[in-house]
């Protein structure tokens, strides 16, 4: 599936998601733009890599957080043309059940997930609208749907992100620019391996192994072709059948 000559964004390119899908999106032709916050040196690092094998990458550090450092971000990435294909999948984890959560946990999570997906996705939609081709990833998780104990805030801003997919569809679709969410299961990751052993993971999964990051990766680089031009506003689950 070629991706040839499409600028792509992917936040939270400094996690083991967002890396590998930054990497079959440059195998498959398109130019790269990998964000980050508090992990410059995992952006670079990708970016090289990416270079030395044939592909086209740039970084971009900011953080989603702030309206300001977002609007300055989106004007000079837009310096470079339009971005046809945006992949919202910066976020956060600060579980807690709700009777002791922090407001700063609640807050945090929803700023970055949800808030963050407003920052981006706001300034960069009209150039896209103007191409008359685009492809907007929205990573949800299986916890916005079948909800996690001790997530409640990520529950939350994930389940707003599927909501906010749906609406956003319906705005853009005239204008041959896609909206759809990915939900995956559990996946193997720094962050996934620390919580769930194999023992549990065998329990709740049906196909009894986490998934893979390039798993999901190849699912979202389907959703950016053309081949998926008359799929939106879907929440797409990617769990070994969890549910």
Known sequence: MSLEGKRALITGASGALGAAMAERFARDGATVLLHANSRPEAVEQLA???????????????????????????????????????????????????PGMR??????????????????????????MRTRWGRILNISSVSAIAGNRGQVNYAAAKGALNSATKALSLEVASRG????????????????????????????????????????????????????????????SINGGMI
């Not at 004007?75 to 956060?92: F, H, K, P, S, T």
């Not at 193997?188 to 769930?196: E, G, H, L, Y």
């Not at 194999?198 to 999964?205: E, L, S, T």
């Not at 389907?222 to 879907?234: E, H, P, R, V």
């Open 48 to 98: 090289a890599s990416i270079t030395a094998a044939g592909g086209k990458a740039e970084c971009h550090v900011f953080d989603l957080r702030s309206d300001e450092a977002s609007a300055a971000a989106c004007a000079r990435i837009l310096e470079g043309g339009a971005v046809q294909i945006l992949v919202n999948n910066a976020g956060v984890h600060d579980d807690a059940v709700l």
């Open 177 to 236: 620019v896609t909206v759809n969410a990915i939900a995956p299961g559990i996946i193997a990751s720094p962050m996934a391996d620390a919580v769930f052993d194999p023992a549990v993971i065998n329990q709740m999964v049906p196909v009894k192994r986490a998934g893979t990051p390039q798993e999901v990766a190849a699912l979202a680089s389907f959703l950016a072709s053309d081949d998926a031009a008359y799929i939106t506003g879907q929440v797409i």
């Open 103 to 128: 407001a700063d946990q609640w807050h945090k999570v929803i700023d970055v997930s949800l808030n963050g997906f407003f920052r981006v996705t706001q300034p960069l939609l009209l150039p896209m």
